[in-house]
């Protein structure tokens, strides 16, 4: 999976799509090897808890945010403005980094340089 916490992501289908205009939101979690993410303000739920519960030692609702499918997420682009899918590159120094498609924009090296891909010149 391309998306990592941290990263900026549009929500693009589900019942927590923004219809009018995508608003970028956070990852705060990556689950199941990248199949699931948890991402800030999106797919919240009410848990029920009793008294003297760590979090909420009075009892009652404890609102928080569950999983979704990361297909249901794209990666925002903030120079594109808009949810763009994401690829792999190698570098000229042979470091392997995630760039927009469609701008060509690179967004972070993912593994240190290796000589093998490095470009010969």
Not at 88 to 93: C, D, K, M, P, V
């Given at each position: 999976m391309k998306i990592k916490r941290g990263d900026l992501v549009?929500?693009?289908?589900?019942?927590?799509?923004?219809?009018?205009?995508?608003?970028?939101?956070?990852?705060q979690e990556v689950l199941d090897e990248?199949?699931?993410?948890?991402?800030?303000?999106?797919?919240?739920?009410y848990?029920?808890?009793?008294?003297?519960?760590?979090?909420s030692p009075q009892g009652g609702?404890?609102?928080?945010?569950?999983?979704?499918?990361?297909?249901?997420?794209?990666?925002?682009c903030s120079q594109c403005g808009k949810g763009v899918k994401l690829g792999?590159?190698?570098?000229?120094?042979?470091?392997k980094e995630r760039f927009c498609r469609s701008c060509s924009n690179g967004i972070g090296a993912v593994s240190p340089a290796r000589e093998k891909y490095a470009k010969k010149s």
């Open positions: 549009v929500v693009v289908a589900g019942d927590d799509k923004d219809r009018a205009e995508p608003r970028p939101r956070v990852v990248g199949k699931k993410v948890v991402v800030e303000g999106v797919n919240l739920v848990k029920h808890v009793r008294r003297g519960h760590p979090k609702r404890l609102r928080m945010e569950k999983p979704i499918q990361s297909s249901n997420v794209m990666y925002y792999y590159r190698y570098t000229e120094t042979g470091e």
